[in-house]
């Protein structure tokens, strides 16, 4: 299970934004849980919580065995993430429509920073948070 934002690590998000039914909780063996993204990017994409969908497992060119994540809900704002099958993230990268979308944001979340960006990506994947099942973090 991935839940991307800082205070669900427990399970399923079971608060308001959880629309237009809370999810249940789970029981998941392990729980890889990225942040949202910095404030002003958040604010200006409208969003308030990142959604991820499209989990797919695959076989990388090398036979290794990968899962990608598309993180974010807009189809011209999504991210996806590479993970190992031990769930630790390996790369990321944006679709041409979000590098489109972004050409239009104002310099202040674009110039040197931002999703386009490889180094702001793996800096925003490094603060991921995984957690294996009898680990949770306390309420």
């Known amino acids: 299970m991935t839940i991307l934002d800082r205070d669900h690590f427990r399970g ?3 608060d308001a934004l959880a629309a237009p039914h809370p999810t249940m909780p ?7 849980v990225f942040p949202a993204y ?3 990017f958040m604010r200006y994409m409208s969003d308030v919580r990142l ?14 065995t990968n899962i990608s994540v598309t993180v974010g809900y807009h189809p011209f704002e999504r991210i996806i993430i590479y993970l190992d ?3 630790h993230p390996i790369g990321s990268d944006i679709g041409d429509g979000f590098r489109k979308t972004i050409q239009s944001w104002p310099d202040s979340l674009t110039v040197g920073t931002g999703p386009a960006d490889d180094k702001w990506r793996a800096d925003w994947l490094a603060t991921h948070r995984h957690f294996e099942a009898g680990h949770w973090p306390p309420k």
């Open 51 to 64: 959604t991820a969908q499209e989990i797919q497992v695959f076989q990388n060119s090398r036979g290794e």
């Open 85 to 87: 099958t031990k769930l």
């Open 38 to 40: 910095p404030e002003p």
């Open 12 to 14: 399923a998000s079971i």
């Open 26 to 32: 789970d029981s998941s063996l392990a729980r890889v």
